[in-house]
């Protein structure tokens, strides 16, 4: 009997350890609370994106969305000039957009959905040049509908930029948070 019960225990133990261990390594965390900015940011600086594309507003766009982002979920104050003021700058860069056709319409012959990517370069730097955060290589698709009845059509590449630029802003916001 006695061996049975030690048997038992020597199950038990090695059972909740393993559950504690697989709870360890499980890689959850909460999101915007593992800030990896040093504590002397206090403000931010987002001037303009540099836009080397011909797609009209788009660095405005991006702009606009990261600033938004910024501001709805964080504490740090925002600044449009790099300034004295601020204690770190980003700088984004629009590297390149393109559009291309996805699906057709089967019966015209017609595009039926677009493709649009948007690729930037950012670098947020502290006031010293120090850089706490890169990525040389974002890349965003979006995809939209295009209209086949020609009297009500819409042009829906502005939207999609839109939306693409507040999925950027949030992944940008979050992986400096995160430190990734």
């Not at 049975?4 to 709870?23: E, F, P, Q, V, Y």
Request: negative net charge; proline residues 3%.
């Amino acid at each position: 009997m006695k061996r049975r019960a030690g048997w038992l225990l020597g199950l038990l133990t090695l059972g909740l350890a393993g559950a504690g261990l697989a709870n360890l390594g499980c890689g959850y965390h909460t999101a915007g609370h593992a800030v990896q900015l040093p504590e002397n940011v206090k403000t931010i600086a987002v001037p303009t994106f540099k836009n080397e594309t011909m797609t009209y507003r788009i660095d405005q766009m991006l702009t606009a969305a990261v600033v938004r982002e910024f501001t709805t979920r964080t504490h740090y104050h925002m600044l449009n000039d790099p300034g004295d003021d601020a204690d770190a700058t980003l700088h984004g860069t629009v590297l390149s957009t393109a559009s291309s056709p996805l699906t057709y319409d089967t019966t015209s012959g017609r595009t039926a959905s677009v493709l649009v990517v948007v690729s930037m370069r950012v670098v947020l730097s502290d006031r010293n040049g120090k850089v706490l955060y890169q990525n040389p290589a974002y890349v965003f698709r979006e995809q939209y509908e295009v209209s086949q009845d020609l009297a009500s059509f819409f042009e829906e590449d502005s939207p999609a930029f839109r939306r693409l630029s507040q999925d950027f802003a949030r992944t940008l916001v979050s992986n400096i948070l995160e430190g990734f």
